[in-house]
């Protein structure tokens, strides 16, 4: 990068929040994506306002140079590396809860807070921001919006999508755009707050965030339910659902998971096991013994050989354990743990599980199975060592034939983790000619110049 | 030249981040390079070739505090603090250590200690025993060695800590002997740098054995954890001060006068998360009538670092007073009046940190709260009588 178009960068965000030192450059490099791709950016900045943001985008759109917005960099599908030597910017400083509206339940924030943050004040609010990703007390609500993160509360809860009313955006040309606001309905024209959910900084970027927040549900009850046959906790999951029942959490482990975790933490569990409910039920106190109670017969009937219902916040944590431990358990394996994200239709659930592991034994790799059995959102996770080539072959073969397996099962590439680098040769797969056209027409629309996030989703849209 | 070991730690690294919110450095410096991923991320660029050895780099590295709560909480259970224990070495060996530790290797050389201060100043903070110190210093034939450490013996705010421990010992009639003016540097400050401590491990091991004593005391938990950790096994127990008042106030119940104050305890991470001792301080402290102990959220395992891990504090003060300030603030909001360590130099930031804020919350260690309570006990050792020396209070006011 030119040294006029530093000393500008330096005269819009300060000499100290221009970084090019190589080990800055080094540290902005990357994302939590696996395997790695590290790419050194030509620059970083640290915003600390709107107008930082709109001069840094003004002046990326003169000089022609590139820039990829970021925040916490926990995203697993490489949204945030700086191909093509990008400027990082960075909105971690960004970092104010603006306000915590009781009365009309709603917070704004900017886009670097962190998510347990914004979690944990609501909190003292009696309120609760339902969306809670794993990664929620390192990502922020910026980065959590655009890859529209979901977590463990899903099924009852949905994703961090279903939460924002209204952002305010910089466009990729400097304009400032505000979507909606505080209002619960808004269909005064196209819905634009729900164009930047999950745009990956390819079309704006969000500074500032005004989401919805729910009463704090009173209590929670925790089971977990084991079984020998998958199958049997797959139609449990059914039952549940059919049953009218919608637990905040209905999590999977499958048969190689437990074995992992039991390695790992020695919880007792049986090394026989075909798969793992967790399932948590929030709601009155009053009514919670008896949808747990009803949850734990529809598991036995459908075949659960052992049931635990937590009768004090000690055993919950303790029924906790298992899916907890998942990823600690598997990430230990091998050196690089690859955490894969599909979604099929819940009726799928075992089918798919089925497929992963077929297709890993085909291929010699390891893969386990856990996720979010209630909306259907799986994460296959690989375990293996990225310098290891040949290795790493198979690995990408095993990859691509599980997303073709959820595609063909009726599902898509990515539940959560957004599409990015890692999984943008499988996007017109998932989406069709007619869909992809439209996304990259919009992308040139809001983008003209390509500044934003080049190379995310899909190809250098331009060339297109 | 990285031992392969560690390239294969680095590979470990799936940069999740969750390691970001546990980095007193992170948390003060928001910036990639200040976190634990970030440096993994350049002693991995090191190892491949694409990062040269510098200053700025030394700088990264250095700035750890080696508090390892990073460690404890990485999932993939990366040895985080190896890797930077080794690129310490890296660096340490490559000539780019800082210029405060370079000092600070010279002085443990050339005087034995780490204030770089001539060895018969060693007793100085035992002056108000008259030549008690001198006489006992070498003796043989008592059970447990007082092993002195260089802050609390060399550096007078600490003084008070060293005085409570041999003051409690007295009282209780424990027969305990010193080094004295001999006693060097246990060389964990060495290692901390990245340098040998074999020299400190000879000399110490031979001093020790010398005394024939059983037991070895240490109010200092960076020395207990060298003690514990990186010495090789010299046939005597190692025991935290606070593990043996604990022991002392089971065996022997000296009365206790009330301490009717709310006191909040600091976890010291070379004492706690390096060491495994969480139980024994707050059993001393439970044990104080009236005291009301009251625990920060971080606590025990997850205890934040006070600001004064690894050498931090000689090469970035700044750094090192921002983390402090934010473990103060921890410790105010528990409403507690007194901040009760077991650390002398988590007690001298923590105590700066509350001076700077201008804080209502005394700093004191675990030691002094016990020495208060039993003053009231008759005086006596070996049959000789000695005078109290004053047992001020470190306030932090």
Known sequence: ?464 | MIASRVSDLVATCTRCGYCLPTCPTYLSLETERATPRGRIALIRALIEGRLDLSENLAQQVYQCLGCELCTLTCPGGVNIAEILSEAKRILASAEFLPPALDRLRSQIRQSGNIAGEPGRNRLLWGQDYGEMLQEMAGAKGADVLLFMGCVPSLFPMAYPLLRSVAEIMLKTEIDFTILGESEICCGYPLLAAGLSMDEQIERNVAAIAATGATKLVTACPSCFHAFKVHYPEMGVEVWHSSEFLAQILAERAPALRPYPKAVTYHDPCDLGRKSGIYEAPRQVLKAIPDLQLLEMVANREKAFCCGGGGNLESIDPELSHSIADRRLDQALATGAEVIASACQQCERTLLMAARRARAKIRVMDVAQLVAEAVADMGLSHSGKSYPTPPNKEIVGY
């Not at chain 1, 924002?164 to 819905?191: H, I, N, P, R, S």
């Not at chain 1, 017109?428 to 869909?435: E, F, S």
């Open chain 1, 1 to 464: 990068m030119d040294t006029s178009t530093l000393r500008q960068l330096a005269n819009i965000v300060g000499e100290e929040d221009l970084l090019t030192s190589p080990e800055d450059l080094i540290c902005y490099s990357y994302d939590a994506s696996q395997p790695t791709s590290d790419q050194l950016p030509s620059a970083v900045v640290n915003a600390d306002s709107t107008e930082e943001v709109a001069a840094v985008l003004r002046l990326a759109n003169r000089r022609r140079f590139t820039v990829v917005p970021r925040g916490s960099g926990t995203n697993l599908s490489g949204g945030t590396i700086p191909v093509q030597g990008a400027v990082v910017l960075n909105l971690g400083r960004m970092n104010q809860i603006l306000e915590i509206d009781a009365d009309n339940l709603t917070a704004t924030v900017e886009p670097g807070v962190i998510t347990d943050q914004l979690q944990a004040a609501v909190r003292a609010h009696g309120l609760l921001y339902p969306p809670d990703p794993a990664s929620s007390s390192v990502s922020t609500i910026g980065g959590n919006v655009a890859e529209n993160a979901g977590g463990l509360r899903g099924l009852r809860y949905g994703v961090t999508g279903d939460y924002v009313l209204g952002l305010e955006v910089v466009l990729a040309t400097g304009e400032v755009m505000a979507t909606g606001g505080k209002c619960f309905k808004d269909v005064a024209g196209y819905d634009l707050t729900s164009l930047f959910i999950g745009s990956e900084g390819t079309l704006g970027v969000v500074t500032k965030i005004t989401v919805k927040l729910i009463p704090l549900p009173q209590a929670t009850r925790s089971l977990l339910a084991l079984y020998c046959q998958l199958e049997d906790a797959a139609r449990s999951v059914s039952g549940i659902i059919a049953a009218h029942l919608v637990p905040a959490t209905l999590e999977i482990l499958d048969g190689a998971t437990i074995r992992y975790v039991e390695d790992y933490q020695g919880l007792g569990l049986p090394l026989d096991l075909g798969a793992a409910l967790l399932v948590e039920v929030d709601g009155r106190e009053a009514n919670l013994d008896q949808e747990a109670s009803e949850i734990a017969a529809i598991c036995r009937r459908m075949g659960a050989n052992d049931v635990q219902v937590a009768s004090s916040e000690g055993e919950a944590v303790a029924l906790r354990e298992a899916r907890k431990a998942a990823l600690p358990a598997l990430a230990r394996v091998r050196p690089t743990t690859i955490l894969e994200d599909v979604t099929v239709p819940r009726s799928q659930l075992p089918s798919m599980v089925n497929r992963v592991r077929d297709i890993a034994q085909r291929h010699d790799v390891l893969i386990a199975v856990f996720g979010h059995a209630g909306d259907g959102n799986l994460h296959p996770t690989c375990m293996t060592d990225e310098r290891d080539k040949v290795e790493m072959v198979r690995v990408e073969a095993a990859l691509s034939e599980i997303f073709v397996a959820a595609l063909e099962l009726g599902g898509t590439i990515t539940g959560e983790h957004g599409v990015g680098l890692k999984k943008r040769p499988f996007l017109p797969q998932a989406v069709g000619q007619p869909r992809l056209e439209a996304m990259v027409k919009i992308k040139n629309l809001l983008d003209p110049q390509g500044i934003l996030n080049p190379g995310k989703i899909f190809e250098e849209s331009r060339a297109t």
